[in-house]
């Protein structure tokens, strides 16, 4: 018998490509780790040290749908490598840290950039233009074992077709095993912790009706429609 005195929310998950789902604990984003990106923001793109905020685990839809969300009238698209990790630590080492990978998805940070611009200006957090409902919308996850380790290889979204985003993964400012290695410094890190890991420049607004797909060289498309 359970000593839970409310029922037990449901595990957040991320679908497995071939069968399975992949528990989620915690979820990790980096900001501004492609260079051009942190350009188009009005910050310096040189390596400064990395930052972190964080979105929920339940944030993470894998529905194929992005519901508009309300309270915004500027919500931005961010196309974004997943890293999700099988076991975790502390004060990783930069050449042990792609041990503890699981696999990659692609992924959405969905922004709502109003939001976010004032809390910016306030000296306040991000939350509230990042972590709300359904903001990572994400495809199924592929296994090393398939895949491989992804550093290299062409990143885009179109939306309706027409492309707005492109890079490439090695243009990430730092690159995987680091930022596993960096947030091992500051927190303990362990399975089912995902990695969000920044986005190329071409960021910009959605409307409700349009087609996002999401391409990132060695994964499967994702494709997510604004309703």
Not at 159 to 169: A, S
Not at 188 to 216: K, N, Y
Request: glycine share 10%.
């Amino acid at each position: 018998m359970s000593d839970f005195v409310i029922p037990t929310p449901p595990v957040a998950s991320i679908p497995v490509a071939g069968g399975g789902a992949f528990p989620v604990r915690r979820v990790y984003c980096i900001g501004r780790n492609y260079a051009a990106h942190a350009v188009e923001m009005g910050h310096d793109p040189d390596r400064e040290s990395p930052f972190f905020f964080q979105k929920n685990p339940d944030n993470l839809d894998s529905s194929g749908s992005f519901p508009y969300p309300d309270q915004s009238d500027d919500v931005h698209h961010e196309i974004e490598l997943l890293v999700a990790l099988k076991s975790g630590g502390t004060n990783i080492k930069v050449e042990d840290a792609l041990d503890h990978v699981w696999g990659y998805a692609p992924a959405l940070d969905m922004t709502r950039r109003d939001l976010q611009g004032v809390a910016k200006k306030m000296g306040r957090p991000w939350e509230i233009g990042k972590a709300f409902e359904r903001s990572a919308p994400v495809g199924p996850l592929q296994s090393v074992a398939d895949v491989g380790h992804l550093d290299t290889g062409r990143v885009a979204l179109k939306i309706n077709g027409e492309v707005r985003q492109e890079g490439d993964m090695n243009q990430m400012i730092w690159k995987v095993p680091e930022m596993i290695s960096y947030l091992s410094d500051f927190f303990e890190l362990a399975a089912g912790d995902v990695i969000m890991s920044g986005t190329p420049s071409g960021v910009g607004p959605v409307a409700r009706g349009d087609e996002m797909l999401v391409s990132i060289a060695g994964l499967n498309d994702l494709s997510v429609k604004v309703v």
